[in-house]
Structures are given as structure tokens and as C-alpha cells.
């Protein structure tokens, strides 16, 4: 009974407001064609980390029919005969435009919960006459003109039909990138034109379920029996059909949940033998994710670290090994030497490692630190501990180039990361600005 008198005041408020899905257009590909001239209204693809394969496609490229992820070294020869513009991922450039994004957004809505690096929910006040069309234009003008980014904008009652909207306004060719469900009467007829695996939360065996049933599209999942729907899946599923009837199940979450690890691992470029190098790679990927940590303002209570062989390889190898600290920390100089010391337990002299990771985890917000009662350091230290950390980051932060790191980050990497093609300029690092001489 409470459930559906929720409903009830939840659907009153929707005549009130909308929710938008704003999703940036080939995004990576976009950041790259935004800050280079050269490159727009060109092919291009963007590769993985160590150029493997491609995961970003400009539209130019998208119309030559090129697939995403496609390995590189597979169509390396027919990428070069169309003329396609390959390079490797710049995710600095990527999250420094999206921090832009989100910003603008952040002053043109009343609500907003940032969902990935180019997507973004936000909550807007429907006017009298119902069309928002005008502030969607606005919006998207504003965006262009600011980064040179397109958006795709889908406005409807929740967020789950504000994705649909969003798909729908990248098909429709006369939508102009904005669609918005909300206000359209054969709602039916739409819903009908979205495939059940395209709808956000059904997953690839839930769709293979839901076909199996005889339900191939959204408005189908809308009409289903909802006994046979909550028997197979739950609350989740009687949620999604409710957000199809266009009831608002999901509310806009301003602060997302905290994150329960922060990981980092990459693949080398090249299989590492070496226990240095393992310790090395180990170094450099713990001073990432205690930064990661300090910049969200959590704290760790337990670590693992692992590293594996390659999934090709004839003699397989996977370790790892977990450790609970005493007090919680975020400190990098803590971390480290526990991360260096723990290394040697999963290196094995006899296998090509060609993967490591570090997890940050147990993770708890930094306000609430609680001193270890075997932690005899005076607070004086500790203070000082805490503030030289403080300026490493701010310095960091900055100058974004790392000027200040551990000594062991510094050393010559031969299995970094390949990142063969990586555009010549930057945004977030001062030596790559253009420089013109008149
Ligand atoms: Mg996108």
C-alpha cells in the first residue's frame, strides 16, 4: 500500500519535472577533434591502453563501418588505405573535459548525478507549456560553443525512459539530438522501436530470458505479467517495468555510493621476468590509487596486489595476496612500503608476467581515522606526515604533471605502457600547449 502511494505522489511530481540524460558524442574521439582542428570532420579511432584495440570511433569513422573493439594490429593495413586517424587514449585530456562538461551542466539544472566520464542524469523543471525543447537547445549550444562538444540530450519522466529518450534521439534523423519521450503521445509506438538487450539494467542472459518469453521490445516488457516478471527477477525487474510505465522508481543520486575499492592495474607492454620490475609497476600503480583515495577523501583498511601471465600463454601463473593494515590509511609512504614488501610473495622468477594490480580496499571516509593503539608516533608527526602528502598533492594538482613523485616512479620503464600514437597537444599539460611565434 506505502509502495503505491509512493507511486501515486511520485507520479504528481512528474507533470513538474523532467529528467534529462545527457551523454557527450563520440566523445573520446571528440576531445581529440575539439582541442585539434586538424582533426575534425576527419576519420578517427581511438585505441585501448597498450594500442590494443580500437574503443572510440569519431562519426566519420562510424559511417567507414568500423567496429568497435576491433583489435588494431587486425585492420592496422585497411585503417590506413581508408585514411582513419589512429591514437592511442589520452584519458587525461578525456577526464579534464569531462570535468568541464559536468561543470556546465552542473549551472544549467537543478539536479545532477554524474553517471560515467560523458553521461550525466539531471533533473529539470518542466515550464507551463510543457516544452523544453528551447532550454535543450540552449544547452546544447552553450556546450558546443564552450568545449566543442555535441550532446545528445533525452528528456522523459525517469531516468530510465531519459535513456530510452536518449537512444531515440540519436536515431531519429529529424530529432537534431534531442528527444524528448516525456511529451509525445504514441509513447507505445516508440518504446516499441527499443530492443529488449538495449534497455538499461537487462542484462545479456536477462534478455536471452525475456525473448525466450516472446518479449522482443521495450513496450512489450512494459505490458508484461509483472508476477512472472518479479518471480524471475526480482525487485530490480518490477522496477525497470515500472519505469517503462513511466512511474519514478530511481531518484537522481546527487552523491553517488561510495566506491567499496579503487583499483589500478594495467597489462605491460612487453611480458616483465623480473622482480624490480614487478616491484616497480607495484610502486607506481600504489602512488596512483593513494592518490585516488586522498582526492575522494577515503582511507583503506586492507590491500591485495596481484599479478598474472598472459591468458595466451601455455604455462598460466595468477597470484595474489591480501592484507589487512592495522589502522586505516590513505598515506602513500605507508602503503608503498607494504605494497613492496607484499610484491615478492606473488612474483615467481619462472613466468612472463604480463599484468599487475594494486586494490585499495575496505575503504571508509577519512574524517573518521582511528589511531592504531600500537601507533606511537606524537601527533606532531603525524601532522607533519599528513601535511607534506597535502602539498604533494596540491603541487600535483597544479602542474598535473607529476612534478613531485617517489623516487621509484621515475625510473626507465621498458614495459610501460605503449602509447605509440598519442596526440602531440594537451590541455592538462603546460609543455604541450601550442605555442604560437609571431
Ligand atoms: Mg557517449
Not at 54 to 61: C, D, F, G, Q
Not at 108 to 129: L, M
Not at 367 to 383: G, M, P, R, V
Amino acid at each position: 500500500m506505502l509502495l503505491y502511494i509512493q507511486y501515486i505522489i511520485a507520479g504528481r511530481q512528474l507533470e513538474m519535472n523532467a529528467i534529462a540524460l545527457i551523454d557527450g558524442n563520440n566523445f573520446y574521439a571528440s576531445c581529440e577533434q575539439s582541442i585539434n582542428p586538424y582533426l575534425r570532420n576527419k576519420p578517427l579511432v581511438i585505441l585501448s591502453n597498450n594500442d590494443g584495440c580500437i574503443i572510440a570511433r569519431s562519426a566519420e569513422a562510424r559511417i567507414l563501418k568500423i567496429r568497435m573493439g576491433e583489435p588494431y594490429f587486425k585492420i592496422k593495413e585497411r585503417l590506413n588505405k581508408l585514411g582513419v586517424i589512429v591514437l592511442s587514449s589520452n584519458y587525461s585530456l578525456y577526464g579534464d573535459m569531462s570535468k568541464r562538461l559536468m561543470n556546465l551542466l552542473k549551472k544549467n539544472c537543478e539536479k545532477i548525478e554524474i553517471y560515467s566520464i560523458d553521461e550525466a542524469f539531471i533533473s529539470i523543471h518542466r515550464p507551463h507549456n510543457k516544452d523544453l525543447s528551447p532550454w535543450a537547445r540552449k544547452l546544447r549550444t552553450l556546450i558546443y560553443q564552450n568545449l566543442g562538444l555535441t550532446i545528445t540530450i533525452g528528456i522523459a519522466e525517469n531516468k530510465l525512459r531519459a535513456k530510452l529518450a536518449n537512444k531515440l534521439a540519436k536515431r531519429i534523423n529529424y530529432s537534431a539530438g534531442i528527444f524528448d519521450l516525456g511529451i509525445t503521445n504514441d509513447k507505445n509506438s516508440y518504446l516499441k522501436e527499443i530492443n529488449v538487450d538495449n534497455i538499461w539494467g537487462i542484462g545479456t542472459q536477462t534478455s536471452r530470458w525475456l525473448r525466450s518469453k516472446g518479449i522482443k521490445n521495450a513496450k512489450e516488457l512494459k505490458d508484461m505479467n509483472q508476477n512472472e516478471l518479479k518471480k524471475k527477477l526480482g525487485v530490480v525487474g518490477q522496477r525497470i517495468q515500472l519505469e517503462l510505465k513511466g512511474y519514478q522508481c530511481l531518484p537522481i543520486e546527487e552523491k553517488r555510493n561510495q566506491k567499496k575499492e579503487i583499483r589500478v592495474s594495467r597489462s605491460f607492454s612487453k611480458p616483465i621476468t623480473k622482480l624490480e620490475e614487478l616491484k616497480h609497476a607495484l610502486a607506481i600503480y600504489t602512488i596512483r590509487a593513494s592518490e585516488k583515495m586522498r582526492a575522494q577523501n577515503l582511507q583503506a583498511s586492507s590491500i591485495t596486489i596481484f599479478t598474472r601471465t598472459s591468458h595466451y600463454s601455455k604455462f598460466n601463473y595468477q597470484k595474489s595476496v591480501y592484507k589487512k593494515l592495522v589502522e586505516a590509511t590513505n598515506d602513500t609512504n605507508i602503503i608503498l612500503k607494504i605494497v613492496i614488501e607484499l610484491s615478492k610473495e606473488i612474483y615467481h622468477p619462472e613466468y612472463k608476467l604480463t599484468k599487475a594490480g594494486v586494490l585499495m580496499q575496505e575503504l571508509s571516509e577519512f574524517t573518521y581515522f582511528q589511531k592504531s593503539i600500537l601507533n606511537y608516533s606524537s601527533k606532531n608527526k603525524l601532522d607533519k606526515e599528513r601535511k607534506l602528502i597535502q602539498t604533494i598533492d596540491s603541487l600535483n594538482n597544479k602542474f598535473k604533471n607529476e612534478v613531485i613523485t617517489w623516487g621509484i616512479a621515475k625510473k626507465n620503464q621498458s614495459w610501460g605502457m605503449n602509447r605509440k600514437l598519442l596526440s602531440g597537444t594537451s590541455i592538462t599539460d603546460i609543455e604541450k600547449i601550442p605555442t604560437i611565434i609571431i
